[in-house]
């Protein structure tokens, strides 16, 4: 099983970016996808959860700015992230969840907004 991120970078606030998340070995259309992030010094927390059925739900703090999608062809989840703020800087992870004994989490990557 794997999990890649990419697309992650520095980038000026205002900017934008879109992180990508390429699976492989397990049926990925059948797990919930989610994109996470840890941003220096705080907890891990949920930026968006995208369904099996294509719907992405959304933290407050990105509501309106992010925007969360699958390719069930591809294997891939993206996170398309807009007017950026230093306060999104952090590493961005994936996570596919299916049940508590199918659980995967990607190694990250990092996103840096800073002038």
Same mark, same amino acid.
């Given at each position: ?14 900017? #934008? ?12 259309? /059948?797990?919930?996808? /989610? =994109?996470? $992030? ?16 294509? #719907? /992405? ?13 699958? @390719? &069930?062809?591809? &294997? ?11 306060? @999104? ?5 994936? $996570?596919?969840?299916? &049940?508590? =004994? &199918? ?13």
């Amino acid at each position: 099983v794997q999990l890649v991120e990419s697309g992650g970078g520095l980038v000026q606030p205002g900017g #934008s970016l879109r992180l990508s998340c390429a699976a492989s070995g397990f049926t990925f259309s /059948s797990y919930a996808m /989610s =994109w996470y $992030r840890r941003a220096p010094g705080k907890e891990r927390e949920l930026v968006a959860r995208i369904t099996t059925a294509g #719907s /992405s739900y959304y933290a407050d703090f990105v509501r309106g700015r992010f925007t969360g999608s699958r @390719d &069930n062809a591809k &294997n891939t989840i993206y996170l398309q992230m807009n007017s950026l703020t230093p306060e @999104d800087t952090g590493v961005y992870y994936c $996570r596919a969840y299916y &049940n508590s =004994w &199918n659980e995967y989490w990607g190694q990250g990557t990092q996103v840096t907004v800073s002038s």
